[in-house]
């Protein structure tokens, strides 16, 4: 039973999961952040929600509090993790300055998935991130239809 579970485990770390390609649209004032995937760890899942840690002096692995994402996917061997865009920031000055890891926190929640997936197939190019609070919208108006709003 233990070689039939290390075979398994093999074809899995070499296959990864089964839409390894495809990648869920970024939502709105959120960042997408490559990593380069390393063949000895397990594939992080679509829809899995991230953690972030750096080694410390002493080479002990810490936790970059208040930095959580959410994976995209993977593609061509890169993993991408999407981030708000003040996250992002201040992760990217963490990875200059030292190797940042990424580890699963926790499991995919498949009604944010799926919804993610009907929306790159409906062709819509605006995703709301789950308890977003603000959102600025830009356009052009004519002074009557400003005029007409209360």
């Avoid at 490559?34 to 750096?54: I, Q, S």
């Avoid at 030292?98 to 498949?110: I, L, N, R």
Wanted: glycine share 8%; with cysteine.
């Amino acid at each position: 039973m233990p070689f039939l579970r290390w075979v398994v485990t093999c074809l899995a770390l070499a296959c990864g999961p089964s839409n390894a390609d495809e990648l869920l649209p970024v939502a709105v004032q959120h960042k997408s952040m490559a990593f380069v995937l390393d063949n000895t760890k397990v594939r992080l899942p679509t829809g899995a929600g991230v953690e972030f840690f750096m080694k410390d002096e002493g080479g002990v692995p810490r936790k970059i509090e208040h930095i959580r994402g959410f994976v995209l996917g993977t593609h061509d061997g890169v993993l991408f993790i999407e981030l708000s865009d003040q996250k992002a920031i201040r992760l990217a000055r963490h990875r200059a300055t030292g190797t940042v890891t990424v580890q699963k926190a926790s499991d995919p929640v498949a009604d944010e998935v799926q919804g993610r997936r009907d929306m790159l197939q409906s062709g819509a190019n605006l995703y709301l991130a789950p308890r977003m609070q603000q959102l600025t919208v830009e356009m052009e108006l004519d002074r009557q239809t400003v005029s007409a709003w209360s």
